[in-house]
């Protein structure tokens, strides 16, 4: 009998051509002679998509169960770059694919590069989340990731005469085959109003909420598959819209653009992320947003766990919650709402189960950005929740007053509530009091949240703090962005790096390997000069593939120190000019990341590394030497192409500032030395590379506090240092500007009279250090060795094992098994 496979499972090339060409026809309604990139692209996402669907009901069918636990990852962002290439790696069907694409006249790289990114997150929390979800996928962990369906993620960054632009990120314009609507599983938010007590029918003093406004919530489901295994998880995102009967009632009273109104209003608040990678200041619609999600998360966990028969007493043995940051720690207040309120249970029963089923994550040590809430702003939106905040502040006061007696100062530290002129909810303080665990994203970074910013929790309750180091799954950030390098490796010690990192040590043997090196160094090059030929398309700049990769890509922040970057690339312009004939490392700066919009301090920073770009890559005496480069719309889909072509990684931050760094961790597996500070991760990438294949620089920690503490004064670095004097006196003439003299003024006038992040302390030793690396980078035999050293170590920074540590000391989350079904 002949075998024919199902169309929409089949994976031979022959089976997926058909599927293709079938696609393309019944849902894109097009044939090869109109059909466009697009339509290829659609047509591609949706063969892709039938076979995981089965996959995905499987797992769901697996997990339905009441003895499972559940691990629920609340974030308020999720940057999970495109889905396409990342699911034909978890498949393990990338090379069939792409020869049925190429037997159908078409390329699949370029069908590949067509998605639309959802970028549903600022940076490193958002993507760490993707991150995760990727890993509890691989580990066959039960999950789901909560967050909002965000109409507008973060704007696309052009630039215009060296300044950022913010253009709307109209990401769904095309469709988003990835997501599948989910109506019948829609439920109800409700805001502002107000409370009334009363006596309930057992005579026992109970709180009615009286809201004002409702809204609807409507999930939409992206299944996330585990690397070459039978799970697929689920990210479900809501959507906020207005509840129809609102619509009716007011269109019956004859009011129609009151009703429409109304319903904009509802639907304002999924619409757009807020560009901010710290808390500007407190936005009302942020904070609808922040309940709007948490609320519509817990009532689907709830209702979960009642479906599979479990009692609302048990719910931490079958849910574990993570709070991704402060953003949904309002969850601890409504699920206290929801327990004592709509569930009638009794208050300690509600604060026990809260407490053993939230944990939270911190990722910032910046007392600024430290999440608040103005109370006459919350009690507003919130009126029920202030009140049970105001409760669960009251007992835990008690409990602090009974561990530490007559201690007022630590009571006041320690409230909720920060009490002044203008009174604020601390929410780290809520998501501490309400969690069993907390934890930081890195070992320094854990250490400095016990001694400063979460001190008097740690005294209080020491048992709750640990550390989790952060981590990125190797399959985007190794086999899907660097194949040829993933290729050589899996043909050196096999292939079981993938889903264990830490085979990666086996390439050990062969740093000293000429061969393998000189394949090492091919890969680069290959890179390189596929990242130069973008460079080209994108802003016309000619970069040479030969000379060092020297690359900072983040979020731009006065402390993430862009600019010390700057000031070296300056440095060494001037020694050029002042001796055209230097002998001197040819490199090539490439720089990208967006500023928040209304960080006019960051926003400079773009225009400083613009103009000094002008100015040096025009220069003939520079003879193309240095290169400059900001390459605009830095996003998940850029970096895949930016890890692997980088042979330096900038990780330059204030020490003490930075909470881990997850760029950090792709650079370096993907075989980039990092010149950094001991800051956030990079103190244990170095340890872990071995501090001889490390660039290491600047202040530690310590030593910015003490700096701090007798009275830092940047002048004295200024008057001391003549080629740093230079350098800023340059920046203040108009000569890198145009003749603009006022222009980088405010840049100007804060490192001389402020200086918060200290970067012409750290000055000096930034420039020897890049010094030393553009001497290392001559021996290229030794700098291959180090490269490959670097690889071979990173092993500890796969979110897989990130996650294992989760499970395994905060969640109680275990595997479970799928199998197929037909
Ligand atoms: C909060 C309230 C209102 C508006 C915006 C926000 C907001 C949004 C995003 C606050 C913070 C963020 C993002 C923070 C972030 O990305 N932090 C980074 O997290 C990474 C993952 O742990 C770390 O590696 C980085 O060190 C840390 O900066």
Redesign the pocket.
Known sequence: PVQIEDDRTGLSVETLKRAFADNLFYIQGKNADIATLNDYYMALAYTVRDRLLQRWLSTIKAQLKPEVKVVYYLS??FLMGPHLGNNLVSLGIYDQVRQAIQESGLNLEELIAQEEEPGL????????AACYLDSLAALEIPAVGYGLRYEFGIFDQEIRDGWQVEITDKWLRYGNPWEIARPEATVEVKLGGHTEAFVDGAGRYRVRWIPERTIVGVPYDTPVLGFKNNAANTLRLWKAEAPESFDFQAFNLGDYYGAVNAKMYSENISKVL?P?????Q??EL?LEQ?FFFVSCSLQDIIRRHLYVGGKLEDLHNSAAIQLN???PSIGIAELMRLLVDEHNIDWDTAWQITQNTFAY?N??LLPE?L?RWPLSLFGSLLPRHLEIIFEINRRFLQEVSAKFPGDTGRLARLSLIQEGPEKFVRMAHLASAGSHAING??AL?SELLKRDVLRDFYELSPEKFSNKT?GVTPRRWIMLSNPELAFLISESIGDGWIKNLGELRELERFANDKEFQSRWRQIKLNNKTNLAEYIRKRTGLVVDPHSLFDIQVK?IHEYKRQHLNVLYIITLYNRLKQNPELEITPRTFIFGGKAAPGYFMAKLIIKLINSVADVVNNDPDVGGRLKVVFLPDYNVTFGQRVYPAAELSEQISTAGK?????GNMKFSMNGALTIGTLD??NVEIREEAGEENFFLFGLTTEEVYALKARGYNPRDYYNGNPALRQVIDQLASGVLSSGETHLFAPLVDHLLNRDEYLLLADYQSYVECQDRVGEAYRDQEHWTRMSILNSARMGKFSSDRAIREYCEDIWGAVAVDVVLEE
């Open positions: 308020a962002e997150g600022n940076g490193g929390l958002g993507r760490l807020y901010n990678d710290e808390p500007l407190g936005r942020r922040q940051d402060t953003h994550t990722h910032t950005a999440e994203v890195a970074h952060n979020r930075e909470a881990s760094g997850t956030g991760a």
